[in-house]
């Protein structure tokens, strides 16, 4: 083979190597995405007859629980915005992640409809948007110095308002486990949410399904239930037991 042929296969041979070294990476670099898509494991479904809500001592909406015991996680921003007010009995479709904890079943990141109707979807919120406040709300240099200047805030501007000394006595109807298989709190047949802080000793006290309480912390009576933080828990033998207090930061913000 003489110089000018040499040459001129070396000039064709060079981009086609390129190229199926390009197209052999971009290969390499889809096959883990694939992999993992391929491993996510599909979603937990359950139907089931809706019972109430979950709601905070805020009154935000934070979960469902399910006649079957099933409850239902979410963030307040799940709800769908114009959603039917769910009804004791209402047939729910579920799909989500579940998890089997002490207490029960519990989903999270999950779907929630009834028939053709979405009530809440928490399928694209990760785990911090759960627990509360989505990541990037408040992004750095958002309050640039000289933005408030003095006097512009008066004392008593932000003040949070008080939630009322409250107090519930029923039968327990399901008792909340956490993520991490810690009690959250629990529900009573008179429709309170009670919420336990996280280092609360909540869990150690032996109660159950069925069990006749009264419970004693702040909240507020809301169009959903009643919501509160515990306090002090009176035991059916009569005894009381006040609870490790949440972190201050946490105080009045307390989810199941």
């Known amino acids: 083979m003489n110089r000018k042929a040499l040459w001129l296969a070396l000039s064709l041979s060079l981009p086609l190597g390129a190229a199926i070294a390009t197209m052999s990476s971009l290969a390499s670099a889809d096959a883990p995405a694939a992999q993992a898509r391929a491993a996510a ?13 979950l709601v905070s001592p805020r009154g935000d909406t934070m979960g469902l629980l399910l006649d079957n015991g099933t409850t239902v996680r979410m963030h307040p921003s799940a709800v769908a915005k114009g959603a039917p007010e ?3 009995g209402d047939v729910v479709h579920v799909e989500g992640r ?28 990760k785990d ?7 990541k990037g709300d408040h992004k750095k240099g958002d309050h640039k110095k000289g933005d408030h200047k ?4 008066k004392k008593g501007d932000h003040k949070k308002s008080t939630l009322a000394p ?13 993520p991490k298989g810690s ?26 399904v069925g069990d006749q309480v009264t419970l004693t912390g ?10 509160m933080m515990i306090e002090q828990v009176k035991l059916p033998s009569g005894d009381s037991r006040t609870l490790a207090a949440a972190p201050r930061r946490h105080r009045d913000h307390a989810k199941i």
Request: hydrophobic share 35%; net charge positive.
């Open 150 to 153: 003095k006097g512009d805030h």
């Open 41 to 53: 494991p599909a979603p937990s479904v359950v139907d089931a007859r809706f019972q109430r809500y």
């Open 218 to 227: 702040r909240g507020g009576v809301y169009p959903r239930g009643k919501g």
């Open 98 to 125: 579940a998890m089997k904890t002490p207490t029960g079943q519990t989903f999270m990141h999950a779907l929630v409809k009834r028939g053709a109707d979405t009530i809440a979807d928490a399928t694209a919120m």
């Open 128 to 134: 911090h948007e759960h627990r509360g406040g989505k």
């Open 86 to 88: 769910l009804k004791a």
């Open 183 to 208: 009690v959250a709190g629990m529900v009573l047949d008179d429709g309170t949410t009670a919420s336990a802080g996280h280092k609360s000793n909540l869990g150690a006290l032996g109660l159950k």
């Open 166 to 178: 409250i107090s519930s006595t029923g039968k327990i109807v399901a008792i909340v486990s956490g």
